[in-house]
């Protein structure tokens, strides 16, 4: 199959996983969080590192860098939008009209780099760098919205913070 093929494949895959992303932050909005649900993810995402076993997604270090880099850049965007409020003594993540046009802008960036990068980098590696910046931009979310729960949790339970 053509590489760029696979490029269309994985950008219609990822057009996907974004509205799918947009459908389960906006049902969850409407549940209380709590912290198996905010660590869970980058958890069960982990799994995909497997794909590095494959020579042909490993990465050089300038591209772990650069992935890294970027996907903690990302995830700013991530932690400013997502904000906790408590609602009939249970913690909820709050609703944010921004939070779904960061991750649509996002998504299009995604999409860009992969068309512009897949012409220079070997489809494998690609794929491989584009795990990476996603996990890395999930990771240093995922904490930051584990602190911030973490400190309503205590708040809400009169927890004292030394």
Do not use: C
């Amino acid at each position: 199959m053509d590489p760029m093929n696979y490029v269309v494949i994985s950008s219609i895959g990822a057009v996907f996983m974004g509205f799918f992303v947009l459908f389960v932050r906006m049902k969850a909005a409407k549940k209380p969080t709590n912290v198996k649900k905010i660590i869970m993810p980058p958890i069960f995402m982990s799994s995909g590192a497997l794909m590095y076993v494959v020579p042909e997604f490993r990465l050089t270090t300038m591209e772990i860098l650069e992935a890294v880099i970027v996907g903690m850049l990302f995830s700013i965007l991530l932690i400013k939008t997502s904000k906790f409020e408590i609602r009939d003594n249970d913690i909820y993540l709050k609703r944010s009209k921004a939070f779904i046009f960061i991750l649509v802008g996002l998504l299009v960036v995604r999409l860009v780099l992969k068309t512009i990068l897949s012409s220079t980098i070997d489809i494998g590696q690609l794929s491989g760098m584009f795990f990476l910046l996603a996990f890395s931009m999930i990771v240093p979310w995922r904490v930051a919205m584990y602190r911030s729960y973490m400190k309503l949790y205590k708040e809400l339970h009169g927890i004292k913070m030394i």
